[in-house]
């Protein structure tokens, strides 16, 4: 990988790891369709995900700060275990059983079988069809943090865990759950946002060991990790406002429109349903 392809994917990486459009999904694609038609590969990804998880620690430091201070307090005898920052904490960590788990059971076929393209296609669409009726709900929902239940956490956790096959998007399954449970946009895609971070650290930590083979090597991985966390940074800060006042129905059509895109370029052949690594 040269510089300016990493250059290239950083940045989409920082576009898209926010958004519920799937960041591996459009990593994938750029990389066949404009570097030799090579796969970026699943440790790339997972470390370049470090910076915009890098991104979620920076904007939302002091509610983190808040809740790790809070939880461990309570740990020790020392805070209220009611306090909800508490019970948030604890199910940030059941939230991220369910993808530790299978991602370790399932990581040979997260590194080749599943980042076939014709399923990327499938759960942009089927995915994109979950987003529009949870998003319809919506404006009816009233549910925030402070009500999260222990099994809304677990069920969003399940969720996130879907995010391991390409085109399903982190954020677009934890989002829909959220919403079909009754919680909020802005509430939905706060504890997405939070329950990513263990997850995707514990992954591109896990990775690192595969990044400077002659595919990926570590000086390009870098430049765009950093990427990714500057322009990470602001893809969250401009989601908070967005959400606030807009639906994800957009982001429903960009996903049907990309996998009908990405359909036909299988078709014609300018894209290898199973890219080179």
């Known amino acids: 990988m040269g510089w300016f392809d990493a250059i290239v994917l950083g940045i ?38 470090l910076g915009t998880e890098t991104a979620v620690l920076v904007y939302f430091w002091h509610d983190i700060v808040r809740i790790i201070r809070k939880w461990c307090l309570a740990l020790v005898g020392r805070g209220e275990r009611s306090d909800p920052d508490v019970r948030l904490g604890w199910l940030v960590i059941l939230g991220s059983i369910p993808i530790v788990v299978l991602g370790l059971i399932f990581q040979d076929a997260i590194d080749s079988t599943v980042r076939n393209l014709w399923v990327t296609v499938a ?7 979950v987003l529009w009726f949870a998003d319809a709900r919506g404006d009816r929902n009233t549910l925030e943090l402070k009500d999260l239940t222990w099994k809304h956490g677990l069920l969003v ?27 909020t946009r802005e509430t939905a895609t706060r504890y997405a946002f939070l329950l990513a971070v263990p997850a995707v650290f514990g992954s591109g930590l896990y ?29 969250i800060a401009w989601l908070i406002k967005f959400i606030s006042t807009h639906s994800f129905r957009g982001f429903v059509y960009y996903r049907l429109g990309l996998a009908a895109v990405v359909a036909a370029l299988l078709l014609t052949g300018v894209l290898s349903a199973v890219p080179q690594q």
């Open 12 to 49: 989409v990486q920082g576009l898209t790891e926010f958004l519920p459009i799937s960041s591996s999904a459009h990593v994938s694609i750029v990389g066949q369709l404009f570097f030799g038609g090579k796969d970026p590969g699943a440790a790339f990804t997972a470390v370049t995900q």
């Open 123 to 129: 759960m942009l669409a089927g995915v994109g069809v």
């Open 207 to 235: 990775k690192l060991k595969d990044i400077g083979g002659e595919a990926t090597n570590w000086g390009p991985t870098i430049v765009a990790t950093v990427l990714a966390f500057i322009v990470g940074y602001a893809v």
């Open 157 to 183: 956790g399940l969720f996130q865990a879907c995010a391991l096959i390409p085109g399903v998007s982190r954020s677009g399954a934890t989002i829909s759950a959220g919403l079909y449970m009754g919680y």
